[in-house]
């Protein structure tokens, strides 16, 4: 029995061999390790080339953080010299700072954000600060676009490549392996940097950057079936005191402190360890996209002998092409609302601007979740695009911002209302849902307050309460006094201090039409007071119409109706190189307490429309047009127009106009032209030089003078820098007519 098993067991190992000699060997799984590290990773772009050019498949990607961005986008069928093209044209520093467009801000939201320098949560009387600095939106907007063919792969093993990312919850500080799920939101929970930007919410799970916890998964690729090892490690190693320069770098060192010790057992568990040159650079280098991305294909360079090696082993040579098609547009047939408590369907559907069911783009679907994220109501928007047969579900899953209430700062100077600042305390869900109340005081040479009360309701109408006084003094020409008002003659006298102050209360009614129109219609009461204090008194006794030596030339309310149309597509407020704006107006004034014993019912009209472009990479070019006139026989003339100056938030009929000082030039009707020409020499720097043309006097459209050649002239040469307290502005301008010029000056948001 014994020779007859010896004799078995040797046909056995016999058998065993010639199957193995006419079996080809068995390819080897080859997994990616893609580490975190900010704008580092772009560097797994280069790997990737060389991988690619070298014929290896990759069978599992694991990524964290920038690694799971570019891994999600590799596994889902991009290319390496796709994800080149994607990264080199991408604007990280709109991306990362999430600069929403001008455009998605309604035009009550466009006023509230072009008037604070800082603003600070105030709950309870408490000021804190901000969880982080950015919401992300701009970031998730791209990884939906981009990741939209994939859209309904729930299982990220079901990729072309099998994939997973790395959280970590926020509350335990746990790992949290992401391998199922919406693609996008995962990866968007991968890379949230602590501070940075706001947390992710998946499966009730809280989620920050998966750095924290694992930015170098080897052992989970490992444990999906992979025999081969590949990583690329972008990590930030441990840096001296001259290189924390940031509060993100103090940050990275923090967790290095860790990361850097398990990484020598996680390097003996890599099989071709790739560690691109790039510990000179910082995380937040994105506009170094090329240089990096180099980095990463001479480092992988440094491998192409084991790349190559690996690459004869695989069964099958060369990367699987695969052709992503992108589509221009989507079919969005359904509305899934999560987590609007106290905001209403209403509200939400109303800044998506669209009526469904509706075919759409994505630039149009962008621009709706902008619209809602500059609301700042939300601190995190995040929604799914999920087939249903007919077309999309638009599943939007929103994280209220719990800060209902916020202090908000500023600070201003120029040449008219002098120095300021700007104190707001802003309250949202005051009464109800989608309102929010609001009230500047700004403190200075010239008291001022804002209350603003808006109850928006997206497309629909919107309701608006708007109370606020006005108070500014100039010295003005006395012959523009007299040609205007009884006032006493005196020869001489060249100029009066005037005093202006105005009380203003309006209701409207606001909608929106068309996405970028707001249609307004309301009544507003209008104390408007002049006077000075320039005559002194004869005799003791004051003369008639004074008080308290103060001589009035107009103290009346004035009660009116009244109309607007606006158009504003500027992306720059005060720096504008693209796009259109137009604003019309047209008041009714029906009565007044008539301090003047003048006062009959008229009417003002007045339009200004513009637009904005580019001419060259740096230069742009912004032209105007403006006019206004008065239609009735009232000789009221506190309303009429009043050109001269330099500035953005002149009250009433009061016109800008360069080469001529504040309220020089008067009339009842008015046209004007402006030209200017906006070098930005330097990011946020900027030189100008503009000039502006005009006819101003009374009846100025019946007569036909408005078609005649201009009679004044103005022109300007500024320098601006667009702060972070609002645009800092010196001009100097000047006008032929008098052979004179004014330095105009002016800093901080105008308020």
Same mark, same amino acid.
């Given at each position: 029995m014994q020779k007859l098993a010896l004799i078995l067991t040797l046909f056995l190992w016999v058998g065993i061999g010639r199957a193995q000699q006419n079996e080809p060997d068995k390819a080897p799984k080859v997994g990616l390790v893609l580490s975190g590290g900010g704008a580092k990773g772009m560097a797994h772009i280069g790997v990737l080339k060389v991988i690619e050019e070298a014929g290896i498949t990759i069978d599992y990607i694991g990524g964290t953080s920038m690694g799971a961005i570019v891994g999600a986008l590799y596994a889902s069928g991009y290319s390496a010299n796709e994800l080149d093209s994607l990264f080199r044209e991408a604007n990280f520093d709109d991306l990362i700072q999430d600069n929403l467009p001008r455009g998605a801000k309604t035009f009550y939201e466009k006023e509230d954000s072009e008037r604070y320098a800082l603003t600070l949560p105030f709950d309870d009387f408490k000021v804190s600060f901000p969880s982080a600095i950015s919401g992300g939106q701009r970031i998730y907007n791209e990884l939906v676009r981009l990741l939209y063919h994939v859209k309904d792969v729930n299982d990220f093993n079901d990729l072309p490549i099998p994939f997973f990312c790395i959280g970590t919850d926020i509350e335990s500080g746990a790992e949290v392996i992401l391998?199922?799920?919406?693609? /996008?939101?995962?990866?968007?929970?991968?890379?949230?940097?602590?501070?940075?930007?706001?947390?992710? +919410?998946?499966?009730?799970?809280? @989620?920050? $950057?998966g750095g924290v916890t694992n930015n170098y998964p080897v052992l989970e690729v490992k444990k999906l079936g992979a025999d081969i090892i590949i990583g690329v490690d972008v990590q930030h190693g441990l840096r001296s005191r001259e290189n924390l320069q940031s509060a993100t770098e103090i940050l990275l060192q923090l967790n290095s402190f860790r990361t850097v010790e398990k990484m020598k057992e996680k390097i003996i568990e890599t099989d071709i360890y790739i560690k691109p040159d790039i510990e000179d650079l910082s995380v937040m280098d994105f506009d170094l996209a090329e240089p990096i991305i180099e980095k990463g294909r001479v480092a992988a360079l440094?491998?192409?002998?084991? @790349?190559? +090696?690996?690459?004869?082993?695989?069964?099958?040579?060369?990367?699987?092409?695969?052709?992503?098609?992108?589509?221009?547009?989507?079919?969005?047939?359904?509305?899934?609302?999560?987590?609007?408590?106290?905001? =209403?369907?209403?509200?939400?559907?109303?800044k998506l601007r669209m009526d469904l069911p509706v075919k759409t783009t994505f630039e149009k679907l962008q621009q709706g979740i902008s619209n809602l994220a500059t609301t700042n109501n939300f601190s995190t928007i995040r929604y799914e695009l999920v087939s249903n047969g007919l077309g999309e579900d638009l599943?939007?899953?929103? #994280?209220?911002?719990?800060?209902?209430?916020?202090?908000?700062?500023?600070?201003?100077?120029?040449?008219?209302?002098?120095?300021?600042?700007?104190?707001?305390?802003?309250?949202?869900?005051?009464? *109800?849902?989608d309102d929010v109340a609001s009230i500047d005081f700004a403190l200075g040479d010239n008291i #001022?307050?804002?209350?603003?009360?808006?109850?928006?309701?997206?497309?629909?109408?919107?309701?608006?309460?708007?109370?606020?006084?006005? $108070?500014?003094? $100039?010295?003005?020409?006395?012959?523009?006094?007299?040609?205007?008002?009884?006032v006493p003659n005196d020869d001489n006298i060249n100029q009066i201090n005037l005093d202006v102050s105005d009380f203003t209360n309006q209701l409207y009614l606001q909608t929106v039409f068309r996405e970028e129109f707001a249609f307004i219609i309301g009544l507003e009461q209008k104390l408007l007071k002049y006077s000075t204090r320039t005559f002194n008194n004869q005799n003791g006794v004051p003369p008639t119409g004074t008080s308290n030596e103060r001589i009035f030339f107009e103290n009346s309310n004035y009660y009116s109706t009244y109309g607007k149309l606006i158009l504003d597509t500027y992306n720059n407020r005060y720096f504008p190189s693209k796009g259109l704006y137009f604003n019309g107006d047209f008041h009714l004034y029906l009565f007044s307490s008539d301090f003047n014993n003048n006062f009959k019912e008229f009417?003002?009209?007045?339009?200004?429309?513009?637009?904005?472009?580019? !001419?060259?990479?740096?230069?742009? @070019?912004?032209?105007?047009?403006?006019?206004?006139?008065?239609?009735?026989?009232?000789e009221v003339k506190a309303l009429d127009f009043v050109l001269g100056g330099f500035g953005n938030d002149l009250i009433n009929?009061? !016109?800008?106009?360069?080469?001529?000082?504040?309220?020089?030039? /008067?009339?009842?009707?008015?046209?004007?032209?402006?030209?200017?020409? $906006?070098?930005?020499? *330097?990011?946020?720097h900027h030189m100008m030089f503009s000039v502006n043309i005009a006819n101003?006097?009374?009846?100025?459209?019946?007569?036909? +003078?408005?078609?005649? @050649?201009?009679?004044?002239?103005?022109?300007?040469? =500024?320098?601006?820098?667009?702060?972070?307290?609002? /645009?800092?502005?010196? *001009?100097?301008?000047?006008? /032929?007519?008098?052979?004179?010029?004014?330095?105009?000056?002016?800093?901080?948001?105008?308020?």
């Open positions: 391998d199922k799920g919406y693609l /996008p939101q995962a990866v968007m929970a991968s890379g949230t940097f602590p501070s940075l930007i706001e947390p992710a +919410e998946i499966d009730g799970q809280l @989620l920050i $950057d440094e491998h192409l002998e084991a @790349l190559n +090696e690996l690459a004869s082993k695989q069964k099958y040579i060369g990367k699987e092409v695969r052709n992503i098609v992108h589509k221009d547009s989507i079919v969005i047939n359904r509305l899934i609302l999560e987590g609007n408590i106290n905001y =209403s369907r209403a509200y939400v559907k109303g599943v939007l899953k929103l #994280r209220e911002n719990p800060n209902k209430a916020y202090l908000r700062l500023g600070v201003h100077y120029d040449d008219l209302y002098k120095t300021a600042a700007l104190v707001n305390l802003t309250k949202k869900n005051l009464f *109800m849902k #001022r307050y804002n209350f603003q009360y808006y109850l928006d309701k997206g497309s629909y109408w919107s309701f608006g309460i708007n109370s606020r006084l006005n $108070d500014f003094r $100039d010295n003005v020409n006395y012959e523009i006094i007299r040609s205007n008002f009884e009417s003002i009209a007045k339009a200004r429309m513009g637009a904005a472009f580019p !001419i060259f990479k740096k230069l742009s @070019l912004n032209l105007e047009t403006e006019g206004g006139f008065k239609l009735g026989s009232s009929n009061f !016109i800008p106009f360069l080469g001529y000082d504040f309220l020089s030039l /008067p009339g009842n009707s008015f046209v004007k032209a402006y030209g200017r020409l $906006d070098y930005e020499f *330097m990011k946020k101003v006097e009374d009846d100025l459209f019946r007569t036909g +003078e408005w078609f005649t @050649l201009p009679d004044f002239s103005g022109y300007g040469l =500024s320098y601006g820098w667009d702060s972070f307290i609002g /645009p800092v502005q010196v *001009m100097y301008s000047w006008t /032929p007519e008098l052979n004179d010029g004014n330095f105009f000056f002016s800093i901080g948001y105008w308020f």
